[in-house]
């Protein structure tokens, strides 16, 4: 099959095209560095043609709720348009468990929109909705480590490993449109501060973490908000196994 990625240098996308590459399929790269440029769609029509399925793994800077919104909703309008064109037969939305029951967040404003838009748009689809990966509660310290010193919010996730992210979308796919697949997740749920230690252990790093509601990440997503829901497909890697292979 020739299948498209939007955010194909990104932490998810390289991972799903390399899985993708592996098993003898023909991967079509989406991305600004490499000449194309959802925003305005500038080289979408010569990325899509012959296109059999899309992955949207983009994802955004951090910004006003305002501005993510435009964001995901430009790229996914524009993506959503050349696929059309091009008669793709299958859209495949990366998405985040719980995005539904979180409000003001700026980034899960940014991903209802792109799923509104999936969900009525011209293209058959499967929404894959993920809990937090595994290097999440170290990407969220360093947003904030100043000299040695981090906030972070004592969020309760139950993260899972960004290979098998790749791994389910992969295999979404390749096959035919689900409409809303299960929640993936990794096997345990896990304390965000207790992750960032660990992790930061793990590199032989030594950052002070203090726990806060007042950052990016407030009272909303307190207790267990960020879960995956009732149907859930659970993958098999542990944070501890990932964590091994850190260094």
Not at 105 to 122: D, F, I, M, T
């Amino acid at each position: 099959m020739r299948i498209a990625i939007a955010g194909a240098t990104g932490n998810i996308g390289s991972r799903t095209a390399a899985i993708l590459e592996g098993g003898g399929h023909d991967v079509v790269r989406i991305s600004r560095s490499l000449g194309v440029d959802l925003t305005t769609g500038e080289g979408l029509d010569q990325a899509l043609a012959g296109a059999d399925a899309v992955i949207d793994a983009i994802s955004g800077q951090p910004a006003s709720v305002e501005e993510t919104v435009a964001y995901f909703g430009a790229t996914t309008r524009n993506l959503l348009a050349a696929e059309q064109r091009a008669g793709v037969r299958h859209h495949v939305l990366l998405s985040i468990a719980g995005v539904h029951r979180v409000p003001g967040n700026a980034h899960y404003a940014g991903k209802r929109e792109q799923e509104r838009l999936v969900e009525s748009g011209p293209v058959p689809w499967t929404i894959v909705p993920a809990t937090q990966f595994h290097d999440f509660a170290e990407m969220v310290a360093s947003w904030t480590e100043k000299d040695g010193v981090a906030t972070i919010a004592p969020l309760l996730i139950q993260p899972i490993a960004p290979d098998d992210v790749a791994a389910v979308l992969a295999e979404v796919a390749l096959g035919e449109p689900q409409g809303r697949h299960a929640d993936i997740a990794g096997p345990d749920p896990q304390d965000l501060v207790d992750m960032a230690r660990r992790t930061h252990q793990a590199r032989g790093r030594e950052v002070k973490l203090v726990p806060t509601w007042s950052g990016l990440f407030g009272p909303a997503m307190a207790g267990d908000v960020l879960l995956p829901g009732e149907r859930v497909r659970i993958m098999p890697t542990t944070f501890e196994e990932w964590l091994a292979e850190q260094k």
